[in-house]
């Protein structure tokens, strides 16, 4: 029934007219219809009063919710205007209506265009990366962990277990909601040299390294978490010898251990391994008082004394999510955690509380650190060509602000440098997952030259595509490297605007300031790009505030190539075509400049998603004056195009070119015939469209054959020419051929049956051949048949001999080139005699019926320019006759 189905799409083609191929001969040609075709079928337990942990050590997770990250709306492909409507130009807006009313038109124009900004809508959950975590003990409940994290590798060690839960509430916070898989290293030890038992903990180089060693290499950027610390401030170490930091880089070590520590911090750091920990609580003293930190803790301050950690360094500071009708605040009921003080320029703030199984809440930094890892190590999922620097700059960017009113509506936090209490802000995690908020320098190092780190370069790889989905803002600017592609699809305000040197780069509403295209780079604008804003850099732009007085004059600069999308996109200065550089615009495409167009050599290349009938113009750029020439125009497909600058505005002819003429003349006869015939469809076509009759579905399949390159159409024409259908005829004749053949030798035979003293005799025989279906210009095959048949001879008489004979054969044909392949079984039952005749005259004859089944398969062409496999089963009878009469001459018959 499927086979029948797609034979009747086939034949009821949407097309008015019938593509027909006819060759003949032993090639085989034929007739049929085979134009594009539409394919088928497509409750929290009541909190106890929290305990405040007094110095930052290990604990024990909860199981995890399923993990979800915030998944991004499923992207829809950018739709946009399919015609380019008669819409007035430049100049006749200018010739009735001043400057800001101009602005105002074409802003409002653009509005109201159609097209669909496009998210990312990978769902992923952390399943393909993983955290390294260092603390107290995992060992006692290894089976426990095991079975309730699963995708959990814990250590081995040898040595006096810590008897503390600390690290499961660390796994706990870690694992919220998302699939995170964990190598967890026990460094806890029973005796914390004061007496105290299941305080203490000892990191090592060894267990470093082994963790180290369990990360897939092909993870990027590897996250370690890390919530312990010795409780001293950073600030207090920068009077102290190089032996005291060393021994507090490996409390409870030698100071030899501390450096080699150091020198995996230093070495690791260059690799993008990125080092997450909690900046400190409160500490008790001798005298049993709370001592406060306005500093965080030594470790998590490490690169205060050694700048080069900066860059994959992270210390996360403990605040409450919610105080009564306030967010994001140190704790006031209690001793507030410690602040980041001199650690502020790589200091975040998280949630510092987790519930453990019995309903306790923990408050603490140690429990804020692992959902900053979490978060990093999620970004990094999500961007895996960041640096371990850049996933820093993306969870520093996108935090909430801090110490606000419920109440607040605008709670996203817009600095430049961070804070000594907060550092940069509240993580966010659903805000990072779209991508950098802001393009300005993170670093301490650059703090009075930040100019000098203020470029994010967005490296991509080929054929990878990413989304900056936040409205980015900074001092700074973007440079796109790699051969990927980067989606902008908020309104961006960062001041330095925008370099392409390699890959793609689509810009989808707001780029405030200037973009340079390198040679080997390429720009998209879609409907909704304006290029040139005016906005203070260091604030995000608010859509609903958004005016076309302030689209101001901000030059695009192409040495490369560049490609419109829509009808409505805007520069706002200048548009400079160098020398070697392209602008790709589709025919219904358009883009106004408000300041000029300077061709400086540059192409245009035009194509179109419609189909084209024998000549249309249209405006596809406009300027206030445009200059230059243009170095050449060239039309995609089966078109032909020109363009001319004409008072400011460049329009372009585009009409379709003959397919006959298009295919050119090397091509075989056969691609020729079918050409011929798609250009009595096109001729049908183009008076279809003049009179408004034209529906959607020819009009789809005309500009699916006039988008095809060359060579494409010439591969197109194999698989539209049908030959194979007459070839496969020629086929079973053939096959016919071969069984009369040996049926015929039967009977002249037969006097050797007649002169014996037998009756009747049966008699079988097996038949094969090769050869080769071909004709100039057209597809050719190598056949094979084989089979073989049976009978039963009688005498009636002495002069008369009588017999049935059964035949099965099998006969395959390949075809060269998009012809396809053809397979016909064959059976038959034949009555065959022979008659002695007075004076040595004979005649002899059979009557013979067949049944056969052919099956012929090809690529079939749809509408969309897509290939499918078309079987088709054909079942024929066939009756053959066969007379002889003759004479035997002596010895010789």
């Known amino acids: 029934m499927r086979e029948r189905i797609l034979k009747n799409k086939l034949i009821l083609i949407a097309l008015s007219a019938v593509l027909l191929v006819s060759c003949g001969g032993s090639g085989g040609g034929g007739s049929s219809s085979n134009a594009p075709i539409n394919p088928g079928n497509n409750v929290s337990p009541i909190p106890k009063k929290p305990g405040v942990e007094d110095k930052i050590n290990p604990t024990n997770p909860e199981n995890a919710v399923n993990p979800s990250v915030p998944t991004p709306s499923k992207p829809s492909k950018p739709t946009n205007p399919t015609n380019n409507v008669k819409r007035e130009s430049l100049e006749e807006l200018r010739a009735r209506m001043d400057e800001t009313k101009v602005r105002e038109f074409i ?284 996933v820093r700059q993306t969870l520093f960017t996108t935090t909430d602000r801090t110490n606000i009113d419920e109440n607040e509506t605008y709670i996203r936090n817009i600095v430049t440098e961070p804070d000594e209490k907060y550092g940069w802000g509240m993580l966010n995690q659903e805000r990072a997952l779209k991508g950098p908020g802001a393009f300005i320098n993170i670093r301490r190092q650059y703090q009075y030259s930040p100019s000098s780190n203020n470029v994010f370069k967005a490296d991509i790889p080929e054929n990878k595509v990413s989304y900056f989905e936040n409205d980015i803002f900074g001092d700074g600017g973007l440079e796109k490297l790699g051969k990927g592609t980067l989606h902008l699809t908020g309104n961006n305000s960062y001041e330095r605007g925008s370099v392409v040197k390699e890959g793609t780069l689509e810009i989808h509403k707001i780029h405030a300031n200037q973009i340079n295209v390198e040679n080997k780079g390429t720009l ?19 859509e609903k505030e958004v005016t076309a007085s302030n689209i101001t004059a901000k030059n695009l600069d192409n040495k490369g190539t560049v490609k419109v999308i829509g009808t409505t996109a805007i520069i706002g200065g200048d548009y400079i075509a160098h020398l070697g550089s392209k602008t790709e615009m589709d025919f219904s495409s358009k883009v106004r400049v408000l300041g000029k167009i300077d061709m400086q050599g540059g192409a245009i290349t035009l194509s179109s998603n419609r189909y084209t009938t024998l000549r249309e113009t249209a405006t596809i750029m406009e300027a206030s004056t445009i200059q230059g020439n243009i170095a050449n125009v060239e039309a995609q497909g089966m078109r032909k195009a020109n363009v001319e600058v004409k008072d400011g505005k460049v329009v372009a002819t585009l009409s379709r070119q003959n397919p006959v003429e298009y295919i050119g003349e090397n091509a075989e006869t056969s691609s020729k015939n079918v050409a011929e015939n798609v250009e009595k469809v096109f001729k049908d076509l183009d008076q279809k469209v003049l009179s408004g009759t034209a529906t959607k579905e020819e009009l789809a399949m005309g500009a699916t054959l006039q988008k095809m390159s060359t060579m494409g159409f010439t591969s197109a024409t194999e698989m539209m020419s049908g030959e194979i259908y007459a070839s496969a005829q020629a086929l079973t004749f053939s096959q016919a051929q071969n069984v009369n053949r040996d049926l015929s030798n039967r009977l002249a035979g037969l006097d050797n049956f007649k002169n014996s003293n037998k009756d009747s005799e049966v008699w079988f025989s097996v038949l094969g051949s090769g050869g080769k279906l071909r004709r100039d210009g057209y597809a050719s095959a190598d056949t094979r048949v084989t089979g073989g048949q049976f009978g039963i001879d009688t005498k009636f008489n002495p002069t008369t001999t009588l017999g049935i004979a059964m035949n099965y054969s099998y006969a395959k044909a390949n075809f060269n080139r998009y012809a396809g392949e053809s397979k016909s079984n064959m059976v038959g039952v034949s009555f065959y005699a022979k008659q002695d005749l007075p004076y040595g005259f004979y005649t002899a004859g059979r009557l013979g019926l067949s049944n056969i089944s052919s099956k012929v398969e090809r690529e079939l062409l749809t509408s969309t320019g897509d290939t499918v496999t078309g079987k088709i089963n054909h079942h024929d009878k066939m009756l053959s006759a066969y007379v002889e009469i003759g004479k035997k001459i002596g010895w010789f018959t």
Request: neutral net charge; without cysteine.
């Open 107 to 390: 802003f409002n124009e653009q509005n109201n265009s159609i097209e669909n900004i496009p998210m990312d809508s990978r769902v992923l959950n952390g399943d393909k990366v993983k955290v390294g975590v260092l603390d107290g003990d995992f060992i006692n409940k290894k089976n426990y962990l095991e079975n309730k994290y699963r995708n959990i590798e814990i250590l081995e060690r040898d040595h006096n277990p810590k008897h503390s839960n600390h690290g499961e509430l660390v796994l706990k916070a870690l694992r919220e909601k998302n699939k995170l898989g964990i190598i967890a290293g026990s460094i806890g030890e029973n005796d914390d040299f004061s007496g105290r038992e299941g305080t203490a903990v000892i990191p090592k180089l060894e267990t470093y390294e082994k963790v180290l060693e369990k990360f897939n290499p092909n993870q990027k950027v590897k996250v370690f978490s890390q919530s312990w610390g010795v409780p001293e401030t950073i600030g207090s170490y920068i009077w102290k010898s190089e032996e005291e930091r060393m021994r507090a880089i490996a409390p409870g070590q030698t100071s030899n251990e501390g450096r080699k520590i150091l020198d995996f911090y230093k070495k690791e750091v260059k690799k993008d391994t990125l080092f997450v920990w909690a900046n400190g609580n409160t500490l008790i003293n001798n005298q049993n008082q709370v001592v406060l930190f306005n500093d965080a803790y030594y470790q998590g301050g490490l690169p205060y004394l050694y700048p080069e950690l900066e860059k994959g360094w992270i210390t996360v500071v403990g605040v409450k999510k919610r105080d009564g009708n306030m967010l994001n605040k140190h704790y006031t009921d209690t001793a507030h955690l410690a602040y980041p003080g001199n650690a502020k320029w790589w200091a975040i703030s998280a949630d510092a509380e987790v519930i453990d199984s019995k309903g306790v809440t923990h408050r603490g930094s140690s429990f804020a650190a692992p959902r900053v890892a979490k978060a990093a190590a999620l970004v990094a999922e999500k961007y895996d060509w960041m640096t371990a620097d850049q």
């Open 524 to 542: 998209v604008l879609h409907s909704k790009t304006i290029i040139g804003y005016k906005v203070n850099s260091n604030t995000v732009i608010d």
